[in-house]
């Protein structure tokens, strides 16, 4: 019997590329990871995930912020990115919840002024108790003040003033007129879809729960 002749095994990692992944524009194309493609023409929607403090490294409560970039197109050794969402981290939310105070949160999608679709995540702790009345209200003002800013800036001007918490202050600023508030943010995002895919939207893949 004649015997089979091993075929070359072929190293994967030398057909793999390494290229440099930025942040997003409105995080300053700060460079947050390196990763190996083995196609650069189609890098795959490649995701990245990072802090927020690894950008700005300023404060470290920044720490506390995760932030999901995914690659959109490679230009030689260098990934560039759109940011796909971002949230708190499990254990601040948890350091956010206080015995005698009330939670609200509210999730709605909003259009961005050059078309991008994004799902924000809005949440916010009042001092004291408050009733069903107070919520209602207080998620009134939340979907007016962000579908304003939305609508009024283009998608990496909202990505960043969400990240930074800017929507938030401006939430709050408005909100404190209904109840007695101690913590305002937006919690968490996700961008559902973008411009181009607007005759038929396709929902990037889901981030980690």
């Known amino acids: 019997m004649a015997k089979k002749v091993a075929g070359k095994v072929r190293d994967k990692w030398k057909l793999k590329s390494w290229v440099t992944v930025l942040a997003s524009p409105s995080f300053g194309n700060a460079p947050v990871a390196k990763i190996p493609l083995t196609d650069l023409e189609k890098p795959g929607g490649r995701v990245v995930e990072t802090t927020l403090y690894d950008i700005l490294k300023q404060d470290p409560q920044h720490y506390s912020f995760k932030l999901y970039f995914q690659v959109d197109k490679v230009d030689g050794d260098t990934a560039h990115t759109v940011l796909k969402g971002h949230e708190y981290s499990r254990e601040y939310l948890r350091s956010l919840v206080r015995r005698g105070s009330s939670m609200a949160d509210f999730i709605h999608v909003y259009k961005t002024k050059d078309g991008y679709m994004v799902r924000v995540y809005t949440i916010a702790f009042s001092q004291g108790r408050m009733n069903t009345s107070k919520k209602h209200d207080l998620r009134v003002v939340m979907d007016r003040v962000i579908a304003e800013r939305a609508a009024s800036l283009t998608y990496d001007q909202f990505a960043q003033e969400m990240v930074l918490q800017k929507v938030a202050s401006d939430v709050y600023n408005e909100a404190k007129k209904v109840t007695h508030l101690r913590h305002v943010g937006i919690r968490k995002s996700k961008l559902i879809s973008r ?10 893949a889901p981030l980690a729960a």
């Open 195 to 204: 411009p181009e895919q607007a005759e038929a939207p396709k929902p990037l």
